[in-house]
DNA sequence: TTGTAAGCGTTATCAA
DNA sequence: TTGATAACGCTTACAA
């Protein structure tokens, strides 16, 4: 099977290229005769203008890369992308653009980068003085950084996690607990929250300021520290290995709702009543948060007009009109059956 | 900023351009220096390979595409779609492929599919005799078809839809129900039940083949069928209608998780109770399903698994190998606590 | 209204 | 081992 080209067409049809590319791209140019003979022969012999070769000369893909974490295993499964990905897709049928998600090419960001034919970029928590971020640099073309600390010239969005991390454990300290758990999202620095960056970083200190007021500190005692990847079954496991464990807090603090739902269907497996024998609270309310029993306790973000806004921003910078403006959508502390004063 | 070349750097090095591309392509065909120093040249001013013009000489894009059925607002929000592309890109990550994900342009399938600069599609519930269908032909590039009535010469996924779907109707069935309804999923012939197609026809099958077992039909009376949206809040909706109609069921079969999750919480809310007032089921098995309470009866599907092995098969056909087995993957009724013998 | 011809930035071919 | 040079398939000034 021959590929057929644009040639094939314009000599079936007697016409020159040109005119092809007109019948295709600016049919009003050519008489309606011609564009519709074109058109049928094209239909005919079933050819479709080559796409590369098409963005080859005018310069442009019509798509937008998504560029995941190293970890996708972690993100993915987690209700948080589709709900991104889809006020991406939203701006995307409106002006005509694909989504090209870019997962790491056999572990390098570097290489998936350099190869992905797109017109720009939003990133996913990736941080500055990273190997990505000098590609991404390099391949010159706009991009736009979600959930990272902000890099001046280049386009942010963010939420207000230190906000919404503030008045989640205000709401859980003035319910009278002293006795608690914090887990954190999994890092590359375990446990080191002193070195947290970027979402985990604003999330940790949103916690210490609100323990601050209360003359709390995480100290490994009264107040810990855990850590657990963001997924259901690590919030599980993490609840059995702190369940057995000697002293059990009376609220867990979680970072992630994901980590909370998986704490929360442990410990109905345990017998541990919540929020009767133990408090609860999560981070982002994703759908899940208002379903599972009890209602979960958490900060809502809007994960939909991140998406949503990135995407616009975007399109926008492609497009020429050079914006670098860092935007901070809010968060939102949602109230539901989660937590009760401590027993005693 | 003029954009930088090959040309530039093979200018600046000193060599040809046949020599830049090598460094980055086939290194070992250079003595190490002139590697490293073209390679250096290149990080200094930026360079990066274009893609797209690689893609034009290659005639290889590295990316493959996922056609989203029309209605991305019904599909994304679920965890299906996640799900679904967690199985594809572990495949990809290993092999080196980006996921392009293709909505219609505009309300347009047609014009997304000829645009797509990929070296293969995966439909997801796309069907024989459309438009799509038609320019996926044209494109010429291998193609495979997932949750879609199979078609001929073309490589397919699917699950045992019907078997699934009769399992769990026989399962309410047993407990002895005889007065429920049925909620399929809202389509383009509502309620025509005769006319559905691809994956709905099979589940409605497998429910029809169960009641005829028992001698019971859809009759409008005893089983009576509702449609709507496979969404959480459709699905509270939709029970809230059905009860405060004059007959209520006493067990509802659900044709997607997410349905019976929404119905699931309507029910709480209105202070029905689950299993012991009204029995219900769904499909699918989403992550939800077990954690909801109480735990939904449900069909499991590997979505993970369909999305891995529709890439693994359509990865093998872009490398030439010519396959084009239909694949049924099986599913399993998943017995947890939401269904009851009806009350009296 | 239609056609000619010059790119677009690579990779592949083949000769030096 | 390296370097001219010809594709690759399309768009788009510009010319006719």
């Known amino acids: 099977m021959p590929k057929i080209t644009i040639n094939d067409i314009a000599k079936k049809a007697g016409v020159s290229k040109t005119s092809v ?28 203008p080559n796409p590369i070769a098409r963005s080859m000369t005018t310069g442009r893909t019509g798509a937008l890369g998504v560029l995941l974490p190293m970890s996708i295993p972690e993100i993915i499964p987690s209700p948080f992308l589709s709900e991104f990905l889809f006020g991406i897709s939203e701006v995307c049928t409106e002006v005509g653009f694909s989504i ?7 572990g390098s ?37 979600v959930d990272s600390d902000p890099i001046a010239g280049v386009p942010a969005v963010n939420i207000e996690d230190e906000v919404g991390a503030r008045a989640v454990m205000d709401y859980v300290l003035k319910a009278g ?9 999994k890092s ?48 599980q496991e993490i609840f059995k290995h702190l369940w057995n464990s000697q002293t059990k807090p009376t609220a867990i603090v979680a970072m992630s709702d994901v980590i909370a739902v998986g704490i929360i269907s442990a410990a109905k497996e345990q017998g541990v009543r919540i929020p009767a024998d133990l408090s609860i609270v999560g981070f982002d309310d994703i759908p899940i948060a208002s379903i599972v029993f009890p209602a979960l306790t958490t900060v809502s973000q809007p994960i939909y007009g991140k998406g949503e806004l990135a995407a616009t921003l975007l399109i926008q910078n492609i497009k020429g009109k050079h914006k670098d403006a860092h935007h901070i959508l809010p968060t939102k502390l949602i109230i539901r059956e989660s937590v009760r004063p401590p027993a005693t």
């Open 100 to 106: 090209m998600l870019v997962p790491p090419i056999m």
């Open 21 to 48: 590319s007109y019948a295709f791209n600016d049919p009003g140019r050519l008489p309606k005769e011609t564009v519709q003979r074109i058109l049928e022969i094209a239909k005919e012999i079933r050819y479709v």
């Open 109 to 145: 960001m570097e290489q998936a980068i350099s190869n992905a034919a797109v017109d720009g970029f939003i990133t996913l928590g990736v941080e500055e003085n990273t190997e990505a971020m000098v590609m991404l640099r390099r391949r010159n073309i706009p991009f736009i950084t």
């Open 177 to 185: 607990h002293r006795n608690l758990v914090i887990i954190a999202i």
């Open 188 to 235: 590359e620095t375990p446990c080191r929250f002193q070195e947290y960056v970027g979402t985990l970083r604003q999330r940790m200190n949103g916690y210490l300021s609100a323990l601050e007021n209360f003359d709390l500190e995480l100290d490994g005692d009264q107040v810990r520290l855990l850590e657990c990847e963001s997924t259901v079954s690590a919030g």
